[in-house]
């Protein structure tokens, strides 16, 4: 009899010990696939500033071949470079993407310098000589290239987000979301007026 209430008793630990060890390995597995996803994030978000720096490299050259052949035109110049030094002294670290106002801040920064350079294209139309230019051509088939290069960089963070969010936010992997200080990710929007092509007046 004593035997048989030891087997017993021997068996539920067991059961208790299997159950218990199941829910470890759920709930490690769930981590983990929120830590690759967290890393899939990290990867394109680094994608995204890559061809943010691109661009921002290509704007010195273009800046300086426009001004050789319209210096007139100082005030979409100091534009595109004041845009440019905004661009420059964000402090971007990999955490913005955690943070509504510093994303918000770092894509209306962004926003803002690509409007500028786009006043800057209007304005090089009015150019003859310029638009015939080898220098400022190339310069604008890279600049075209880099705004393309953003456009998918962009387009592709905010599909590794979509997929982060959503098992962040399904239970029960939510649980383990907020447990473990998974945050949700914020979102490329388009920026307001961005269907409105830029006027320039002279």
């Not at 998918?152 to 383990?176: G, H, L, M």
Request: no cysteine; net charge neutral; aromatic share 10%.
């Amino acid at each position: 009899m004593k035997s048989r209430g030891l087997i017993i008793t021997l068996a539920v630990i067991g059961a208790i010990v299997l159950f218990v060890v199941g829910i470890l390995m759920w709930g490690v597995g769930i981590y983990n696939s929120l830590v690759g996803l967290d890393e899939s994030v990290a990867s394109t978000w680094s994608q995204v500033e890559t061809q943010y720096q691109r661009r921002a490299d290509l704007i010195p050259n273009l800046v300086s071949t426009v001004k050789g052949f319209a210096a007139q035109e100082k005030a979409v110049l100091l534009g595109v470079t004041e845009a440019r030094a905004r661009v420059g002294q964000l402090n971007v670290t990999k955490d913005v993407v955690d943070d509504p106002q510093a994303f918000a801040k770092f894509q209306a920064v962004q926003d803002e310098f690509s409007a500028a350079i786009s006043r800057l294209l209007v304005v090089a139309e009015n150019y003859p000589t310029l638009k015939s230019n080898e220098n400022f051509l190339s310069l604008q088939t890279q600049l075209e290239g880099t705004e393309n290069r953003i456009a998918v960089a962009r387009r592709n963070y905010n599909e590794v987000v979509q997929d982060y969010n959503t098992t962040v936010r399904r239970f029960p992997a939510s649980f383990i979301a907020s447990f473990a200080g998974f945050l949700e990710k914020q979102y490329f929007k388009a920026r307001e007026g961005a269907e409105t092509v830029p006027e320039v007046t002279f």
